[in-house]
């Protein structure tokens, strides 16, 4: 898809970088338009190592070319982040007077504009009545978030993380130029209620210690705050995850496998829930026993230099009971995760294969993890599989928010 990203001059210009990143690193082909003001901000070298195309903001560069009006003309979509309350109101008023305003006025395609200003700029009547003139003609104004500014100041008026911005920049694309079949909207999961376990179960060995795993949660938080900015209603059953809450989640927490179990169990008794997203790390045993004092350790010196040993039971398999509670059924849609390394006795895909055999669930996430691999990272890379096909939708390199994303695009459609 070819893709015009604007850049305005706010001090979030550097921001747009990421974007930039994210969108090529898709298989998008980027021509970065800055203003003038955004290359006091970020010089055109950056954009142009970055997006391996020339740059410029000035109409009178390649001419012959008929830039001004061919980038608008050829664009598939066009994306300006961040827009200043300049930038918002030049083109609610139609203004053309550099690459970039030409470009907004000849595009024929979505246009999506990510605001970034303080926030009495942001609720200023003209940059509201800019904001709404832009909606009423089609364009995408995305909410700016609120948080840290410039300065010691707070409050609406923060550029959106650069995965929230091309997650809704992509979904204004319709049909193959965008996610598939246009699943992806803003909106395809509105009325719906789902439920997110996300981070790692801890199983205690007493007051001090527990048996745990290294799940971040950054996966499963960025699967809840998907489906929130999708429509839906979402319920996060978060276990030891210390990241700030997604907006507009209803957080639940717990510790361990068994509370993680009734927690989700609460929930389903409820009703009305069309999908469950299994993304936490379950710890599949606990020890058998709980001390309720510390375990001391033993010294040489006193004639004794041995080490405890833990016996180790199994935790409820979680998953497959969620499969065995529908009673065959397909309410909830169920979707688990599977963390492998892979052994001797198959690759990741391999025993990825076989854990849907057992589980029964409509869609399994795979991804391999060890050292350095998924856990507590950034980005991640997942292959989605589902029951009576071999085929496997592999997703990433890439950010969890764009894994997050893809997951809904493929769970979505099936809700029915």
């Given at each position: ?146 948080g840290r500014l410039t300065g010691p100041d707070s409050g609406p008026g ?5 995965e929230e911005i091309v997650t809704a920049a992509l979904a204004a694309v ?72 997604p907006d507009g989640c209803e957080v639940v927490r717990v510790g361990s ?160």
């Open positions: 898809m070819r893709v015009v990203l604007g850049v305005s001059g706010g001090i979030a210009a550097y921001k747009a970088a990421l974007v930039l990143r994210l969108l090529t690193e898709a298989g998008h082909a980027v021509t970065v338009v800055p203003t003038s003001a955004a290359l006091r901000f970020v010089g055109a070298p950056t954009w142009e190592a970055l997006s391996g195309r020339p740059v410029t903001s000035e109409v009178w560069d390649e001419v012959p070319a008929v830039n001004h009006v061919r980038l608008g003309q050829e664009a598939d979509l066009v994306l300006v982040a961040p827009a200043t309350a300049d930038l918002l109101a030049r083109a609610a008023h139609g203004l053309a007077d550099d690459l970039l305003t030409t470009t907004l006025l000849t595009a024929r395609c979505p246009v999506v504009l990510a605001p970034a200003m303080h926030t009495e700029m942001w609720s200023h009547p003209a940059t509201v009545a800019n904001v709404e003139l832009l909606r009423s003609r089609g364009v995408t104004v995305i909410e700016p978030a609120t923060r550029l959106p993380e650069p319709p049909g193959p130029g965008g996610p598939p079949d246009g699943a992806a909207s803003r909106g395809d999961l509105a009325g719906r209620h789902v439920v997110v376990s996300a981070g790692g179960t801890r199983e205690p060995l007493d007051p001090v210690r527990f048996l745990g795993n290294r799940s971040s949660g950054k996966q499963g938080y960025a699967v809840a705050a998907e489906a929130a900015v999708r429509g839906a209603r979402v319920t996060l059953v978060a276990a030891n995850v210390a990241l700030p809450d496998a068994r509370e993680l179990e009734a927690a989700l169990g609460a929930v389903l008794d409820g009703g009305g829930v069309d999908a469950v997203v299994m993304a936490a790390a379950v710890a599949d045993f606990r020890p058998a026993t709980y001390a309720a004092t510390k375990i001391k350790k033993t010294h040489a010196d006193e004639g004794d230099d041995s080490a405890p040993v833990v016996e180790l039971v199994r935790n409820p398999d979680v998953l497959a009971a969620l499969v065995a509670r529908r009673a065959g059924g397909r309410t909830p849609y169920l979707v688990g995760f599977a963390a492998e390394t892979g052994d001797a006795s198959g690759d990741v895909l391999t025993l990825a294969r076989a854990k849907l055999r057992r589980k029964g669930c409509d869609l399994l996430v795979a991804n391999d993890v060890g050292d350095d691999k998924a856990f507590g990272q950034d980005e991640n890379t997942v292959h989605l599989l589902r029951p009576g096909t071999d085929e496997v939708v592999t997703v990433g390199p890439a950010t969890k928010a764009l894994v997050a994303a893809a997951v809904w695009d493929a769970v979505a459609p099936d809700l029915v």
